[in-house]
Nanobody
Framework: QVQLVESGGGLVQAGGSLRLSCAAS????????MGWYRQAPGNQRELVAT???????NYADSVKGRFTISRDDAKNTVSLQMNSLKFEDTAVYYC???????????????WGQGTQVTVSS
């Protein structure tokens, strides 16, 4: 079993910053890619940013230049620094990780429970 727990969401004014963190725990052998997704009311869940085990990052066009994803493999965490926040960034943010569990030859995708980010205009 692998658990992902997000933290750092909240209410912020437009133009402000927030930092989200996600910690993975459980029977983890290795974490491959990690990422952040978000879902606004009435919308589908969409990719925000991903980072591979080698540190290669990928961002949605809507957040490029404003958000930065990073990971700490010693702590099994992934973070998302969000600057210059806009009203349209309001959503529930979910972290995920592609995990290889101990004694398991295959990988699986785990998701956190989500954290609310609200940007007031």
């Amino acid at each position: 079993q692998v658990q992902l727990v997000e933290s750092g969401g909240g209410l912020v004014q437009a133009g402000g910053s927030l930092r989200l963190s996600c910690a993975a725990s459980g029977s983890i052998s290795r974490i491959n890619a990690m990422g952040w997704y978000r879902q606004a009311p009435g919308n589908q869940r969409e990719l925000v940013a991903t980072i591979t085990s080698s540190g290669t990052t990928n961002y949605a066009d809507s957040v490029k230049g404003r958000f930065t994803i990073s990971r700490d493999d010693a702590k099994n965490t992934v973070s998302l620094q969000m600057n210059s926040l806009k009203f349209e960034d309001t959503a529930v943010y979910y972290c995920n990780a592609v995990v290889r569990r101990i004694y398991t030859p295959t990988t699986s995708i785990s998701w956190g429970q989500g954290t609310q980010v609200t940007v007031s205009s």
